[in-house]
């Protein structure tokens, strides 16, 4: 690698001292001949995902002899079909009843995941890893095994031919978001939520005011993946909604149900452009909604270093008093006392690494002990009675 020299000349800074130049190197023909290569092959790839949306935007803008001719820029352009296609077709409902369904079935499985979720990366019992291994379990199961007892069941209610089917299901959460929101439960750090505890808050307050705020990116990754799941749902609809009206249908059993009218083996004229017309105007709620969301696909798989940063904040916002004053004056635990007190081996290491301060009447810490009086080199320590409680809970 050459290297400039000129810009070795020694300058003089703001305090008159001589100090050197910053050196910049040249680049290499190898390193512009990478360059090169790379963006070759990112537009190349970036093409190659964009022509099907290009040839959709062409093909809707095409007479009807035209839509098949494979050509980006039409040969005639008949704008008119975007105007046309809202009297072939009921798809302002077609749109209305796949909004419904998926903000119903993606808010509802967000929560019950979450929830489900909650429970596995907080709470310690007997057996946890054995359910969790049995929820992930159920991954594994085709979905044609689960097809025909789901249809029996809705059947037997008595609800097919309507769209509570093709959301209800999501009331019990999913496997995979339920393993997703977990591993972002597990990121956080548990002692805000003990010392949270032992402040009052509820399991209940903890998870609405300090996890839910803390775990919003993962809550909104999850919306959008099951939106996006149940906006392009063909099968489901098709088993559940196909006996019933067009006007009920939803966005992917529309436009299947728009094919097979203008198939000419059907009896249609080949009128294919309104399907087009109808595709590409399906596809821009999708694309609005992910280029708003997008930002937190990145925040959602930060570090848990820089999620932690956002705890402390939480923590003072849902009854994190006792935290803060703990966070200005923390108590130290010492052998002595605290095994006079019953305290836990764990909490034990949890704070016997912060100094004590003398004095202290009443503070509290993520451990659960109040120290009530001593010096640096003594404190004495005991477990009030909600300490004791959660500490059989946590343990």
């Not at 070795?8 to 680049?27: C, D, Y």
């Not at 959460?173 to 509820?202: H, K, N, T, W």
């Not at 009920?248 to 009896?267: D, Q, R």
Request: with cysteine.
């Amino acid at each position: 690698m050459s290297v400039d020299t000129s810009a070795l000349a020694p300058t003089i800074s703001s305090a008159g001292k001589e100090r050197p130049a910053i050196v910049k190197p040249r680049r290499s023909i190898g390193s512009i001949l990478g360059q090169v290569i790379h963006w070759i092959v990112l537009v190349f790839f970036a093409a190659l995902f964009l022509y099907p949306f290009a040839w959709l935007l062409a093909a809707s803008f095409k007479p009807r002899g035209q839509v098949f001719d494979n050509l980006l820029i039409p040969k005639t352009f008949q704008p008119e079909n975007f105007v046309q296609v809202w009297n072939e077709l009921p798809l302002l409902a077609w749109v209305g009843n796949s909004i419904l369904i998926a903000v119903l079935a993606a808010g509802f499985v967000t929560v019950s995941s979450s929830l489900v979720a909650w429970g596995f990366a907080y709470f310690r019992f007997p057996g946890r890893g054995i359910l969790f291994g049995l929820v992930l379990a159920t991954m594994m199961l085709p979905g044609a095994v689960t097809l025909v007892p789901q249809y029996l069941i809705w059947n037997n209610i008595g609800l097919v031919g309507t769209n509570i089917p093709l959301w209800g299901m999501n009331l019990f959460g999913s496997a995979f978001y339920i393993f997703l929101q977990r591993q972002f439960f597990l990121g956080l750090p548990r002692e805000i939520f003990e010392a949270a505890r032992v402040d009052g808050v509820s399991y209940w307050g903890m998870f609405w005011r300090m996890a839910f705020p803390l775990s919003i990116p993962s809550f909104i990754i999850v919306f959008l993946f099951e939106f996006q799941a149940s906006w392009n749902n063909l099968q489901a609809a098709l088993i559940y909604l196909n006996a019933g009206s067009a006007e009920g249908y939803t966005v992917p059993l529309g436009i299947a149900s728009a094919m097979t009218k203008y198939s000419p083996t059907n009896g249609g004229h080949g009128d294919y452009q309104y399907v087009m017309v109808a595709a590409l105007l399906v596809t821009l709620p999708m694309l609005i909604l992910f280029a708003f969301g997008q930002r937190y696909f990145i925040e959602g798989w930060r570090p848990r270093v820089a999620r932690a940063e956002r705890a402390s904040r939480v923590a003072s916002a849902a009854g994190g008093s006792h935290w803060e004053r703990f966070q200005r004056d923390p108590p130290a635990c010492v052998p002595s006392a605290a095994h006079s007190a019953g305290m836990n081996s764990l909490h034990f290491r949890e704070c016997s690494s912060t100094p004590c301060r003398g004095g202290v009447s009443e503070v509290r810490s993520p451990c659960g002990m109040v120290p009530t009086s001593g010096s640096r080199s003594e404190c004495s320590m005991a477990r009030t009675p909600r300490a004791r409680s959660s500490e059989r809970t946590f343990r």
